[in-house]
């Protein structure tokens, strides 16, 4: 979500690892008939779980940017079922918040100066399905592994990059910068641009949008 970099290094193994346990569920999603949710990171920015639920194809991503109704993907399952697909998979980035509602939060009450530790998100989500449909869920919180593993060929190689270009920074005596991404361009920038402001997904962005005109729901509100 840094908004200086059209990329940062371990994003695209955090999408790997993100996508290849989606494709995993699939198989007992569907030969089970249910709904499985997939809770990814995503605090504040819904990236992971927009990149991995398309790739994936998921029925629906729930992420911050965009506040869900849950009738709206109860309606979803209800509509794929009516035309024989008796499963789906739903991603839901671990900020997605209902309309008018707030984030899950894990109360940590001996750790006042910390960030609130968000969880439970798809639980939520899971549990309101249950009432609502009498649907069989089942909820996979991929938590931690998104950050370990083996890198992808890609962060392996924008990691080196990176390396190389912030070695000749200081080589050049040039301090208090960042090095990003720019289309396929290493650049760099200065600090304050680099953590002034968060970058997040543009609910009428040109992915989201993609995403919806092959089918995937975010379950928001009616466009006007």
């Known amino acids: 979500d840094l908004s200086a970099t059209d990329v940062t290094f371990g994003f695209d193994s955090a999408v790997q690892t ?15 008939h249910r ?16 990149h991995s639920g398309m790739a994936g194809g998921a029925d629906a991503i729930l ?25 789906s998979i739903v991603v839901v980035a671990e900020g997605a918040k209902p309309i008018g509602g707030k984030v899950s939060v894990i ?10 530790r968000l969880g439970g998100a798809a639980e939520r989500v899971a549990e309101e399905i249950e009432r609502l449909m009498e649907k069989e869920t ?20 924008l ?18 910068q960042m090095v990003c ?4 361009e290493i650049k760099w920038v200065e600090l304050e641009q680099a953590v002034g ?17 092959v089918g995937i729901d975010f379950c928001s509100a009616p466009e006007k």
């Open 18 to 32: 993100a996508t290849e346990a989606i494709d995993k569920l699939h198989t007992t999603a569907e030969s089970h």
């Open 197 to 213: 402001r968060k970058k997040l997904v543009e609910p009428k962005g040109e992915m989201v949008m993609s995403a919806r005109a």
């Open 63 to 87: 992420i911050p940017e965009i506040p869900y109704y849950i009738d709206k993907l109860v309606k979803k399952i209800e509509m794929r079922e009516s035309k024989g697909s008796m499963f």
């Open 159 to 176: 990691g080196t990059r990176f390396g190389v270009c912030a070695v000749n920074l200081i080589a050049g005596g040039k301090f208090g």
């Open 181 to 184: 991404l720019r289309g396929n």
């Open 138 to 157: 089942r909820v996979t919180v991929l938590g931690h592994i998104q950050r370990g593993g083996s890198p992808t060929p890609f962060d392996r190689n």
């Open 35 to 50: 709904v499985m949710l997939v809770e990814v990171m995503g605090r504040d920015a819904g990236w992971i779980a927009l």
């Open 107 to 116: 109360e940590k009450k001996h750790l006042p100066w910390s960030l609130p």
